[in-house]
């Protein structure tokens, strides 16, 4: 079995996973309709898609 031979540093540790931090989401785009920001393929708050209106409140 193997066995490491001396304790890994905390500093070795963090620098090991530095790449598995939170990432924003890559498919924010600007509505254009609305100005804000929000994920691609989906629904705006004010229920508008691709520049209709889909949904109402």
């Known amino acids: ?3 490491p031979k001396r304790r ?3 500093a070795k540790q963090r620098k090991r996973r530095t ?6 989401p ?3 785009s600007l509505d254009s309709s609305t100005g804000e920001y929000r994920m691609s ?3 705006s708050k004010d229920g ?3 520049g209709k ?3 109402d409140k």
């Open 53 to 55: 209106k889909v949904l």
């Open 26 to 28: 890559g498919g924010l």
């Open 41 to 43: 393929h989906r629904v």
């Open 8 to 10: 890994t540093s905390k």
């Open 19 to 24: 790449h598995k931090g939170l990432n924003t």
């Open 48 to 50: 508008y898609y691709n």
């Open 1 to 3: 079995m193997a066995v």
